[in-house]
């Protein structure tokens, strides 16, 4: 789902392009070796509600992305298996950015090569990332097409803007295959936030009586409440759209919540300006800085939701090496991105946490919302949160909460063996659950409710970075810690099970379901569990 999960849903009705694959399938997966079928560097990206309206002229000028294959790759997954062993000597020994680079970056000389390659073909070299991973590259749609030996056809979305896409496979030539881990040729707008403007009531806690960061802090014993505010750690948050620093400044003096950490930009690709998506924006940079107020927070601003800005994104914030967990309040119908787990495994390897909500649409007819069913990603569903006779309940889920059953990803080992599964093969959404619903965010001058699992994942965000405090380390992949106390606990000290509510094809019972997950986490005692 696109939102914060999906606020608004993918659903961009009435698909035009329904013959299109439903996912994306890239060079790493296919033989580098000649033989009858050609490298695929992408394949055809089907998002719904895209209108073909044909071919795109050749002299319109297109940009792809292209992303270089990592060097000693099952080097790489040997020693991520060992950071997440305890009784590996390698676990959570994260590698910095330079060592990460040395030992499985791709090389200048490899580098050269692909930019050599683009520009004798006529491509424009536009940028390319600091740790030599991404290239962008411009050149006419003629060029592009001859080159990939696909077809490019300008397409129309919801949002009227310009947009483009490969309607055949695109295939490498030979000479790249062996460097070349994906391609993207396309501008799709893959996802969407999925915040929803409230109008209920309840409890006094903001002004349009939606719950507050301490509620949420009370409700589930974080560890800001025993002096772990977050400080000196760092969260970062991926969006589309900047917030007004007057509405941050009013939010955080309304409780009040003496912040001490600073929040920061940066623009990865576009002009980092304020959009229509600034009420996702101020409610994750709420969420986290009011959670933990000591926590440093970068959003990483981008110019929309499309696959290629969200892989920028992701691959600005590990090459940065800077924050420790990342949140990503947006989703999309799922595909596969190899450039962006290219990313997670890069970011992992380095101790970052990724953390997405699952989606605004309950079941949503079977679909699953990417990047939360991505398996390196910690997938958050919703609750809902009530506070009764002096005390808060935590057995409800929210209705709306995204669940459901991967049909690309196949089930990680850490979910294997877990009962409650709604399948045994394939990646279950969610991992866990805090309230969707709802809560006062103060936005463009003046208090508004908002509700979705948008509000959930920032929640989980700003509990890691305290958690990392408590540990005095970073924890990285946290899924396979999460889900071994899980296993060995249950509930009895660090989960309050959901067991109340439906999302329409799945119920919420003892243990594990596809609504909540595993339920909803009791922070102070997560982080002092000395199995996670």
Known sequence: MLSKTLHR??????????????????????????????????????????????????SAPIDVLVSLRFNHTEELDQLLNEQIDPASSNYRKFLTSAEFDERFGPTAEQLDRVTSELQQAGFQITKISSNRVLVYARASSAIVENFFKTEIHSVKQEDGNDRYMNVTPALLPDRLVPLVLALHVNNLIVAKVGIHRDSITGPIQGPDGGYTPVALANSFHFPVQNGHDGSGHTAAIIIDSDVADSDLTSFFSFFPIDRTGTISRKIVSGSGAINSDVDETALDTETIGGLAPGANIILYLIQALTNVDIDGAANQIVTDNKAEAVNMSFGGNEFVDATFAAALKAGNAKGITFVASSGDSGSNGGVVSWPAVEPRVLALGGTEIAYTSGKYLHNQAWSSSGGGVSTLYAIPSYQKGVSGLASTTKRNVPDLAFPADYTDTYVSGGWVPLQGTSWSSPTYVALQVEINQVKGKRLGWVNPAIYSVFKKEKYATDFYDVTQGSNGEYNAK??????????SPKGEALAKDPNL
Do not use: H, M
């Not at 790493?28 to 071919?55: F, H, K, M, W, Y």
């Open 9 to 58: 849903t993918v659903a961009l009705s009435g698909l035009a392009l329904a013959s299109f694959g439903i996912n994306q399938v890239y060079a790493e997966n296919l033989a580098t070796t000649a033989g009858d079928s050609p490298a695929i560097g992408a394949e055809v990206l089907n998002v719904p509600g895209v209108q073909d309206l044909g071919r795109r002229a050749g």
């Open 510 to 519: 003892k243990g594990y379901d596809n609504v909540t997950g595993i339920g």
